[in-house]
C-alpha cells in the first residue's frame, strides 16, 4: 500500500525538491521521510515494488529512492521499467548488497547511483541533491517555461496550464526562440535570421502574421499576456508585470 507524505505540510515549499521513497521497512522508511522533510523536500513513501512502480509512473519527481529488496516487485526491476517506458528520473538504489558485483548490475539496471547499506543519512541527502541537480541541467537543456507556458524541445509538445497547444512549424521554432530568450527583447532582424534565415528586408510582414496568429494560440482563454510588443525594438516573452 502507498502512502503519500509531504504534500499538505507546512514546512514544504512549492520549489522544494520532490522525492520518492519505496522502501517495505517501515521503521526506515518512517526515519528517511522525517528526515527529508526535516531537510526541506516534499516526500511520496510506496512500501512495495508495486506500488513504488505505479507512483513513479504516475507522478513528476525530481529523485527515486529505491531499496533493492522490495515484496511484489524488486528495485531493479522497477528502475529497469522505468527507464523501458523512457522515464529517466535520477534513481539512487539503497541496499545491503554492497559487492561491487552488485553495485553493477544495479547500475546496469538504469541506477544512477547505488548506496550500501548501513549508510550515514548526511551522505544519502549529499547523493540525492547531487542527482537532483542533474535533472535540473538536463531539464534546462530541453525544456523552456515562462509563466505557465512550458516548451519541450524533445516531444515538440507546448502546454499553458496543462492545456497542449498544437503550433504549426514555424510557430513552434518562433515560440521556441523567444522562450529561450525569454525577459530579453527580441529583434525582428534576431527573428528573420534565427527563425526564417532570411539575413534581408526586416520590414518584412512575415513576423508581423506569425506573431499574431502565435499570441492568439498562447493567450487566447489565458488570464495573463506573455507574448510583448516592445514599441521600436521588437517582441519579449516575460510573465507577470
Known amino acids: 500500500m502507498a502512502e503519500a507524505c509531504g504534500e499538505s505540510g507546512n514546512t514544504a515549499k512549492t520549489d522544494a525538491m520532490k522525492i520518492l521513497i519505496i522502501e517495505d521497512d517501515l521503521e526506515t522508511a518512517s526515519y528517511l521521510l522525517k528526515a527529508f522533510r526535516e531537510a526541506g523536500m516534499t516526500v511520496d513513501h510506496a512500501s512495495d515494488g508495486d506500488s513504488g512502480f505505479f507512483l513513479a509512473s504516475e507522478n513528476d519527481y525530481d529523485v527515486l529512492v529505491v531499496d533493492r529488496m522490495l515484496p511484489r516487485r524488486d528495485g531493479l526491476s522497477i528502475i529497469s521499467g522505468l527507464r523501458a517506458s523512457g522515464d529517466d528520473t535520477p534513481a539512487l538504489i539503497l541496499s545491503a548488497l554492497?559487492?561491487?558485483?552488485?553495485?553493477?548490475?544495479?547500475?546496469?539496471?538504469?541506477?544512477?547511483?547505488?548506496?550500501?547499506?548501513?549508510?550515514?543519512?548526511?551522505?544519502?541527502?549529499?547523493?540525492?541533491?547531487?542527482?537532483?541537480?542533474?535533472?535540473?541541467?538536463?531539464?534546462?537543456?530541453?525544456?523552456?517555461?515562462?509563466?505557465?507556458?512550458?516548451?519541450?524541445?524533445l516531444s515538440h509538445e507546448v502546454k499553458r496550464a496543462g492545456k497542449i497547444i498544437p503550433l504549426q512549424p514555424r510557430e513552434y521554432r518562433l515560440l521556441e526562440y523567444l522562450m529561450k530568450n525569454a525577459g530579453q527583447v527580441v529583434t525582428r532582424t534576431m527573428l528573420l535570421e534565427h527563425v526564417w534565415d532570411y539575413h534581408f528586408d526586416p520590414?518584412?510582414?512575415?513576423?508581423?502574421?506569425?506573431?499574431?496568429?502565435?499570441?492568439?494560440?498562447?493567450?487566447?482563454?489565458?488570464?495573463?499576456?506573455?507574448?510583448?510588443?516592445?514599441r521600436g525594438a521588437g517582441y519579449m516573452m516575460k510573465a507577470g508585470d
Open 98 to 153: 554492497g559487492q561491487v558485483d552488485d553495485r553493477v548490475t544495479g547500475l546496469r539496471a538504469g541506477g544512477d547511483d547505488y548506496l550500501s547499506k548501513p549508510y550515514a543519512f548526511s551522505e544519502l541527502l549529499a547523493r540525492v541533491e547531487i542527482l537532483g541537480r542533474r535533472k535540473s541541467v538536463r531539464e534546462a537543456d530541453t525544456q523552456y517555461r515562462v509563466g505557465d507556458l512550458e516548451l519541450d524541445r
Open 203 to 230: 520590414q518584412t510582414n512575415v513576423i508581423d502574421v506569425h506573431i499574431s496568429r502565435l499570441r492568439s494560440k498562447i493567450e487566447k482563454d489565458f488570464d495573463a499576456p506573455l507574448l510583448r510588443t516592445v
